[in-house]
């Protein structure tokens, strides 16, 4: 049972994005990418959710093909995508907006119990929450639609690097319960650190593909990792 790519090749344009990827995402575990900008890892995720397609390959969920499936049978099948930036409904308080995922009263409470915080803003707004309490609205819907495999993309895009200590907890936990997160994340280090297995993806093809502290023990290969 796992999120199981092969030889996955997406094109955008001219030429492919990424090139034969072949990778794996255990339930319970976090498989982080790293990689420089442009180097494919949005486009990575898209191609698994449904966003754009895949030219060649195979992506399978629990060994069910989903490549010609459309994005709404893919998150029925249990994959849910957080893009970048937050995806909010910005009239609707943060009730209404983890109301839009949740199929019961406890699916809402047990993705507030992840962020403590929301509770007393639950009236409110979401947009009069600050930056930081946005994405955990948007993490904490996620969480409430009861995803097998949860991916996400560069959660903190516009946030203080304190917001994001306070977010790394909370997508271990998540995967605690079963969940398979695959996180592409600019802050190497603190993303790598919560992972049991890690990527890095230059020029669209998987450079590296191991356990995080070998890389995180390397910083040569991590900084090239960035460089290109």
Do not use: C
């Not at 990424?18 to 900008?37: H, Q």
């Amino acid at each position: 049972m796992s999120l199981l790519l092969e030889d996955v090749t997406v094109r955008r344009g001219v030429g492919p994005v990424i090139s034969g990827v072949s990778m794996e995402v255990v339930p319970g575990e976090i498989t982080t990418i790293v990689g420089p900008n442009g180097a494919g890892k949005t486009s990575l995720l898209e191609a698994i959710s449904g966003i754009v397609p895949s030219v060649s390959g195979q992506i399978t969920i629990d060994s069910t093909d989903v490549r010609r499936l459309s994005r709404r049978r893919r998150a029925l099948a249990g994959i849910k995508h957080v893009e970048q930036g937050r995806a909010i409904f910005p009239s609707l308080t943060v009730r209404e907006n983890l109301r839009l995922a949740s199929r019961t009263k406890a699916d809402l409470e047990s993705a507030l119990h992840l962020f403590p915080e929301l509770e007393k803003r639950i009236d409110s707004p979401t947009v009069l929450l600050s930056g930081g309490e946005q994405q955990m609205v948007v993490l904490a819907r996620a969480f409430a639609s009861k995803p097998k495999y949860l991916l996400i993309d560069e959660m903190s895009l516009g946030l203080a690097p304190v917001v994001f200590l306070r977010l790394i907890p909370t997508i271990k936990q998540i995967a605690s319960t079963g969940v398979g997160v695959l996180l592409v994340e600019q802050f190497a280090h603190l993303a790598l650190g919560v992972a049991s297995s890690a990527l890095v993806v230059t020029g669209g093809k998987v450079s590296f593909q191991g356990a995080p502290a070998e890389l995180l023990s390397d910083e040569d290969r991590l900084r090239k990792a960035y460089l290109g």
